[in-house]
């Protein structure tokens, strides 16, 4: 299981499903860990109900049927699928209303939904979802790339209140694929995840949802400037290294005068 966890973190987010599914195959006595822990590339459908997308993932999914944060309803339907209490679901509305917001002003559109469900320690789970596809045939505004996708996944784990205090536990998980194809830039690929967590014991007076949303906001910031340094910035150096610019060759080269 340990080389299994350390191959997947390996592969780029778009084999991801190819090697979950050879994966299950080899390791069936591991499908339910390998299948809670693997984070794959976030799928989209359309609720004709509402009219809107939502997106699909483990956390809104029972058997075969996936429920929406906009009707309450699976699809396709489900008899006695778990259901949020009516608290919860009233929390989870408000959640992916602010979220969308959140989502069009950081992402410049996108799509977004957010899943809460109950613990067993009288506290909940909260899932919070990004998916945006930056290609130029989807919800990219510039068109800068042939192919482009960013999925986030954020998942809170919130404690019953103490004494006005809660603590709140998330996970987060960026996956992002690049790819470029013009006379420009040439044909390049980039692909990668990265997954941080944090743990903050935070006062009720400001609601859960102003809560979560501030460690969202502070966790999403650190992601971008991994990202930016730990791909976009070690990948610059070793190109620039392997191959130099024309005009830092001719700065480094001796003077024959």
């Known amino acids: 299981m340990e080389a299994a966890m350390g191959l997947m973190r390996r592969i780029p987010p778009k084999h991801t499903e190819t090697a979950l599914s050879a994966l299950l195959t080899l390791l069936p006595q591991h499908s339910s860990d390998l299948l809670s822990q693997v984070d794959q590339p ?19 999914r029972d058997a075969d049927s996936y429920r929406s944060p906009w009707s309450n309803k699976y699809h396709p339907p489900l008899e006695d699928a778990p259901q949020p209490s009516p608290e919860l679901r009233k929390l989870e509305v408000e959640a992916n209303e602010v979220f969308a917001i959140y989502r069009d002003q950081y992402y410049e559109g996108g799509i977004s939904s957010v899943y809460m469900w109950e613990e067993e320690n009288e506290g909940f789970v909260s899932c919070f979802l990004i998916k945006k596809d930056g290609s130029k045939s989807g919800h990219g505004r510039r068109g800068y790339l042939q192919e482009g996708a960013w999925d986030a996944i954020h998942v809170i784990e919130v404690g019953p209140e103490e004494e006005d205090i809660v603590q709140y536990c998330l996970t987060s998980t960026v996956m992002l694929t690049l790819t470029t194809d013009n006379e420009s830039s040439g044909s390049f690929n980039l692909s990668g995840s990265i997954r941080r967590q944090m743990s903050m014991k935070l006062s009720f ?7 979560m949303g501030k460690m969202i906001e502070e966790m999403e910031g650190k992601l971008r400037n991994s990202l930016d340094q730990v791909y976009f910035g070690k990948t610059n150096e070793m190109v620039c290294t392997l191959r130099p610019p024309a005009e830092m060759v001719q700065m480094k080269l001796p003077d024959t005068c």
């Open 205 to 211: 007076s400001e609601g859960h949802l102003c809560n």
């Open 42 to 60: 976030l799928q989209v459908l359309c609720d004709m109900d509402s009219g809107k997308e939502f997106i699909l993932c483990e956390y809104n």
